[in-house]
T-cell receptor, first 112, second 112 residues
Framework: DTAVSQTPKYLVTQMGNDKSIKCEQNLGHDTMYWYKQDSKKFLKIMFSYNNKELIINETVPNRFSPKSPDKAHLNLHINSLELGDSAVYFC???????????FGPGTRLTVT | SQQGEEDPQALSIQEGENATMNCSYKTSINNLQWYRQNSGRGLVHLILIRSNEREKHSGRLRVTLDTSKKSSSLLITASRAADTASYFCATGFTGGGNKLTFGTGTQLKVEL
């Protein structure tokens, strides 16, 4: 009965590989997000989807492509992984704009 | 950068004492939110204060907002060891949809 879940929790992979992180929310929220938290704990938004439509797309390399098959899911695919992609990636959701956000447990990505 | 800054970066207190964290930001906002992050976990929403509100309470938490000074404070009263965590403020900007911009965080340690 987890509200926002992510898989996998840990991901260790080599440079150049392509990987995906999945996110699901069972809260019935309309809006979902991807954030990246670096080693200094700085948290920065990457993407936001509202009802499967891309709303926010921050300055993120084209290697990152979000996909929202339905309102409850927002996946993140990363091509040609680089060392600098190592971070913790958080998925979040909210009922609407201006509301509090519910975060998933995070996916720790390590690129070697 | 619109990133908020928090002060102090780290705070260590004894159980039972009060903890105060401050957040400053740079532009107009719709709301300001505080989140807690325990080590290795996702963020948990604590409280949301709208730009037309000055103070808000939730249990042992008290948040103030001064839009003229572009600052907010989070007070945790009668702290407990379980309050040990990182605390982040996040601002929702006018016209920014529900994009939250997170501060740098305050690491709070409550010792027995």
């Amino acid at each position: 009965d987890t509200a926002v879940s992510q898989t996998p929790k840990y991901l260790v992979t080599q440079m150049g590989n392509d990987k995906s992180i999945k996110c699901e929310q069972n809260l019935g929220h309309d809006t979902m997000y991807w954030y990246k938290q670096d080693s200094k704990k700085f948290l920065k938004i990457m993407f936001s989807y509202n009802n499967k439509e891309l709303i926010i797309n921050e300055t993120v390399p084209n290697r990152f492509s979000p996909k929202s098959p339905d309102k409850a899911h927002l996946n993140l695919h990363i091509n040609s992984l680089e060392l600098g992609d190592s971070a913790v990636y958080f998925c979040a959701s909210s009922r609407d704009y201006g509301r509090s956000q519910y975060f998933g447990p995070g996916t720790r990505l390590t690129v070697t | 950068s619109q990133q908020g800054e928090e002060d102090p970066q780290a705070l260590s207190i004894q159980e039972g004492e009060n903890a105060t964290m401050n957040c400053s930001y740079k532009t107009s906002i719709n709301n300001l939110q505080w989140y807690r992050q325990n080590s290795g976990r996702g963020l948990v929403h604590l409280i949301l204060i709208r730009s037309n509100e000055r103070e808000k309470h939730s249990g042992r938490l008290r948040v103030t907002l001064d839009t003229s000074k572009k600052s907010s404070s989070l007070l945790i009263t009668a702290s407990r060891a379980a309050d040990t965590a990182s605390y982040f403020c996040a601002t929702g900007f006018t016209g920014g949809g529900n994009k939250l911009t997170f501060g740098t965080g305050t690491q709070l340690k409550v010792e027995l």
